[in-house]
């Protein structure tokens, strides 16, 4: 009885509740809504949320929030990323009637098709937004000065439109509140000096990459962006020489992306520089490395005790491959087509390595592998070492674990194939070609029961493979070998 009592209390009072703050919707608001829903371009069918932009509440309309205290509207999530077909907005149309909502903060209409080249310019009226995600929009046009007058962002996203020209000096330097700005896979060009990003004191993630960007004009260029803490740079036009040191003060700095600017130059060795920062991700992949020091591996890298993913392929580098790459935070690392040589690394202490996924392809890697490679690398899941000059025996384990991609092509290796390869439940690519392995190819009483690709030729193998137990197999290449007897095979492409 007492119970249903103090129910029937919660009733009334979340009734009342209702009656003051869900009534909240303004009939102003409301009508502007109802209006840009007009203006939406949108067929119903494939609406989920317009279709219900009906009912008292709009407050209670899909992507509507509004706010507690004074019932506005502070909320708005139109984007269209994951729904079907994109929905046109009427451009310049509905942005004017968005300017009119008095407390709208967050703004996302990524993946809107919105026509026309400066549409842009009717969002700087925009003052209270906080947030603004126009990914994929269809934007064109140059970016416009007025963008500064939208002093209360934190978050813009213009990423994946069709802007052109410059980023121009000045419009975002003095974004004091801006923590993000992504302004990734457009077609913008030019320089980018210390003048472009000065003032920003609370951005952290900075995101330039894909577009045509030529010149990082000066070391001091993101000196003033203490607070930064992902930056990328990549897929750009860069040139010129940018010494790494430029970074060295941004100690907040955990992920750096410089890859895939074929033309730039990156010294890292000089001037003497002390890194501030502690890294998670680098990736300079595609990147001209130390032309002035040797092409070694920059030596910074020895300090950074937290770096889990690194990238330095096809990056000019030449000399040995510093054993802490391997053996100290790393877990994935790609070092692939380099002219790096002298031994495998072997580990300065009794320690076992962090890796999952290692990449040494294309170097001139020589001598054997350690015989307890495996026990070094008890979590490696892919490992390309093709194309060094290694040579000996396959460690005896080689294969037990995790590892589902191995290639071993292009080297020296000898000897028959090793009895932790016939273990391997979880291989799934296993590429040996272009050795001296000699032998049985795989015997009938082994089950690599996850095999899809085994490519064993341009070996001195006899025995042909029992392929009775590998059902996925779908690539077998076994050309080049001393092969003699019949092979039973499924209905499968085989090489011979
Ligand atoms: C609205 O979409 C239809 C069909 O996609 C198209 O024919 C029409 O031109 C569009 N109207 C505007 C104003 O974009
Ligand atoms: C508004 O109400 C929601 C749900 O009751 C609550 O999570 C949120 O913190 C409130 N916001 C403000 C600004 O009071
Ligand atoms: C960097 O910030 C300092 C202090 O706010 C300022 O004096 C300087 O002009 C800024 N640098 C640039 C290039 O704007
Ligand atoms: C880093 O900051 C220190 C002290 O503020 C300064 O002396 C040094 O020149 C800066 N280093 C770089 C590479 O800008
Ligand atoms: C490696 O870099 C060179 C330029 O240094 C470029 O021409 C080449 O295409 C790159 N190779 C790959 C596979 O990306
Ligand atoms: C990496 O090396 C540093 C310095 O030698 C050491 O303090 C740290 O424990 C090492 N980390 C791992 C995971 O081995
Ligand atoms: C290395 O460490 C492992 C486990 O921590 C231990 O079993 C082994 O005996 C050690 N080997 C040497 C040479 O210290
Ligand atoms: C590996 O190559 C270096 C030269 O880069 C050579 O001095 C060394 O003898 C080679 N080692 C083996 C085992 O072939
Ligand atoms: C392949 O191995 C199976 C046993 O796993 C055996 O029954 C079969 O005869 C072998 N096939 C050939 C062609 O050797
Ligand atoms: C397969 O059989 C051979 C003998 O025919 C034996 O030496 C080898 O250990 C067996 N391999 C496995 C993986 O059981
Ligand atoms: C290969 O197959 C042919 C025809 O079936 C048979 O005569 C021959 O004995 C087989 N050879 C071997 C080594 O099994």
């Given at each position: 009885?007492?119970?249903?009592?103090?129910?029937?209390?919660?009733?009334?009072?979340?009734?009342?509740?209702?009656?003051?703050?869900?009534?909240?919707?303004?009939?102003?608001?409301?009508?502007?809504?109802?209006?840009?829903?007009?203006?939406?371009?949108?067929?119903?069918?494939?609406?989920?949320?317009?279709?219900?932009?009906?009912?008292?509440?709009?407050?209670?309309?899909?992507?509507?929030?509004?706010?507690?205290?004074?019932?506005?509207?502070?909320?708005?999530?139109?984007?269209?990323?994951?729904?079907?077909?994109?929905?046109?907005?009427?451009?310049?149309?509905?942005v004017n009637i968005l300017a009119q909502f008095k407390e709208l903060q967050y703004l996302v209409l990524s993946g809107n098709r919105m026509g026309g080249s400066d549409i842009l310019q009717a969002f700087c009226k925009m003052h209270h937004l906080k947030l603004l995600l126009l990914y994929s929009t269809s934007l064109e046009g140059k970016i416009p000065h007025c963008i500064r007058k939208m002093h209360s962002l934190q978050v813009l996203n213009l990423a994946g439109n069709q802007l052109q020209g410059n980023i121009p000096l000045s419009t975002f330097s003095d974004m004091h509140l801006?923590?993000?700005?992504?302004?990734?896979?457009?077609?913008?060009?030019?320089?980018?000096?210390?003048?472009t990003f000065s003032n920003m004191h609370s951005l952290q993630k900075l995101d330039l990459s894909e577009n045509q960007l030529q010149e990082i004009i000066s070391p001091s260029t993101f000196n003033n962006l203490t607070m930064l803490t992902d930056l990328s740079l990549s897929n750009n036009h860069f040139v010129g020489t940018i010494p790494f040191s430029m970074f060295a003060n941004l100690s907040k700095l955990v992920s750096l992306d410089l890859s895939n600017n074929y033309q730039l130059e990156v010294e890292t060795e000089s001037p003497n520089w002390v890194p501030h920062f502690r890294l998670t991700n680098l990736n300079l992949a595609n990147c001209k490395l130390n032309r002035l020091s040797g092409s070694i591996v920059p030596s910074f890298l020895s300090t950074q005790h937290t770096l889990k993913f690194l990238d330095l392929s096809n990056s000019s580098l030449a000399g040995y491959i510093p054993s802490y790459l391997l053996y100290n935070s790393t877990?994935?690392?790609?070092?692939?087509?380099?002219?790096?040589?002298?031994?495998?690394?072997?580990?300065?202490?009794?320690?076992?390595?962090?890796?999952?996924?290692?990449?040494?392809?294309?170097?001139?890697?020589?001598g054997s592998l350690p015989e307890n490679f495996v026990d070094l690398f008890p979590l490696l899941v892919y490992c390309d070492m093709s194309a060094n000059a290694l040579q000996g025996n396959l460690p005896p384990k080689m294969g037990i674990g995790n590892l589902q991609f191995l290639s071993l092509s292009d080297n020296r290796f000898y000897g028959e194939m090793p009895p932790g390869l016939m273990k391997c439940i979880n291989m799934g690519y296993l590429v040996l070609s272009n050795n001296r392995l000699q032998g049985e190819m795989l015997p009938g009483n082994v089950s690599m029961e996850g095999l899809v690709c085994l490519e064993l030729d341009g070996n001195e193998f006899t025995t042909p493979p029992n392929i009775s137990k590998t059902p996925y197999l779908v690539i077998l290449n076994i050309r080049n070998n001393h092969l003699s007897g019949n092979i039973s095979l499924g209905c499968l492409c085989i090489s011979i």
């Open positions: 009885m007492k119970g249903s009592f103090i129910m029937m209390v919660v009733v009334v009072v979340s009734l009342l509740n209702c009656y003051v703050e869900c009534e909240g919707c303004l009939e102003e608001e409301k009508s502007l809504l109802l209006q840009l829903k007009s203006s939406l371009n949108r067929s119903i069918e494939s609406s989920v949320a317009l279709s219900d932009w009906a009912g008292q509440n709009c407050c209670e309309w899909g992507g509507v929030s509004c706010s507690n205290t004074t019932s506005r509207v502070f909320k708005l999530l139109l984007g269209t990323v994951g729904q079907e077909g994109p929905d046109v907005l009427n451009s310049k149309e509905s801006l923590q993000e700005l992504d302004l990734s896979g457009n077609q913008l060009q030019g320089i980018i000096s210390p003048f877990q994935r690392l790609v070092l692939r087509r380099n002219s790096l040589s002298g031994p495998f690394p072997l580990p300065h202490q009794n320690t076992t390595s962090l890796l999952t996924a290692l990449d040494i392809s294309n170097n001139l890697v020589n």
